[in-house]
């Protein structure tokens, strides 16, 4: 299964690398992904089975196939309803206008896999693009009665405009992740209402019954995508923070934000320091519930804000406490 999602026109603000959220989004909730987009393939895999991400093998068809900007992001082992096994691809690629060639390079990515593999490929494709007009979905070949034809399922999601109270009310966690894009799209000249948006869209997490692990993640992809001036920035760390207060939970992208800013602004050095070991600690504990005292002793004793800093991040995305405390053991020696 190939799976395209064509790059949307950068956010003029943004400077980072636009695809590698989704890669993120589409990696965790790749059963939900299909699910959502294309609901013929999510029914014929059987998901009592697992699924294996296949990076390796991957990267052997990368540099094989991998032709100018081509390139091949996830490879994932599945099983289909019948029993058999299946491969899947998912080929996100930086794409953010029309491209001539896109169906042929949809054609050449699954011939290479059914000829390396020798397996059964199925190859889908999801716009991201503003383009009303442009939607490949068919490659064709014909020359003295020789014929080859290749078409592959779509969808745009420009599509989705004016399907906003759908979207809003569905369960399926890429019915949010498509809000957050139409809406960045349509505020692109509009950052207030933008604010307003994001805002919205950060409280709607809450009332769904995510988990906690889920409400970060999609929480992190919103604040990616929906970037807003700093002043107004700002704004909405007040506003997402108050309403965490009231409603006894906490949003850990902005405590990031809100620590690392504050412990910049302070001039004394001994506050700041405080400042930045207090917002380690408090991402530990809302993500883990519970720090061992060893670990908070060792941040305590850090006096390099610079290494402090990069705990800070790393804090918002380590998987347990023994794997933030083997950072520790990193920490630059200080002549």
């Not at 894009?181 to 000249?189: I, N, S």
């Not at 994001?198 to 988990?211: H, S």
């Not at 007040?238 to 939970?249: T, V």
């Amino acid at each position: 299964m190939l799976v395209y999602m064509a790059k949307p026109q950068k956010d003029p603000t943004r400077n980072a690398d636009y695809d590698s959220p989704w890669k993120e989004i589409l990696e965790r909730y790749f059963q939900e992904f299909l699910e959502f987009f294309f609901p013929v393939a999510y029914a014929g895999i059987d998901w009592s089975k697992p699924y294996e991400f296949l990076d390796k093998e991957l990267q052997q068809i990368v540099r094989d196939a991998e032709q100018g900007r081509r390139l091949v992001d996830k490879l994932v082992k599945v099983y289909t309803t019948e029993g058999e096994e299946a491969w899947v691809v998912v080929h996100v690629e930086v794409q953010g206008q029309h491209e001539t060639d896109f169906a042929k390079r949809m054609f050449v990515y699954y011939y290479r896999l059914f000829d390396r593999y020798n397996r059964r490929v199925v190859s889908l494709a999801v716009f991201a693009d503003d383009s009303k007009t442009w939607r490949p979905k068919r490659f064709t070949s014909e020359l003295w009665g020789c014929k080859a034809q290749f078409t592959f399922p779509t969808v745009k999601l420009m599509d989705y405009d004016n399907r906003e109270v759908e979207l809003e009310s569905e369960p399926n966690p890429f019915g949010i992740v498509v809000l957050a894009y139409l809406k960045t799209r349509a505020t692109r000249k509009h950052p207030e209402d933008r604010l307003q948006w994001k805002f919205r869209l950060c409280k709607l997490l809450y009332g769904r019954g995510y988990n906690k692990q889920d409400i970060l993640e999609l929480a992190r992809f919103i604040d990616w995508l929906m970037i807003l001036p700093k002043e107004l920035e700002t704004k909405f760390d007040e506003m997402l923070f108050q309403y965490e207060e009231n409603q006894k939970m906490r949003y850990i992208a902005s405590f990031e934000r809100y620590f690392l800013e504050k412990g910049e602004e302070n001039g004394q050095r001994k506050a700041r320091l405080e400042t930045l070991h207090e917002g380690i600690t408090d991402i530990l504990e809302v993500r883990f519930d519970h720090v061992p005292e060893a670990i908070v002793e060792s941040i305590n004793n850090i006096n390099d804000t610079t290494f402090l800093k990069q705990l800070i991040r790393n804090a918002a995305t380590v998987s347990s406490p023994d794997e933030f405390m083997k950072l520790l053991d990193h920490q630059p020696v200080l002549a």
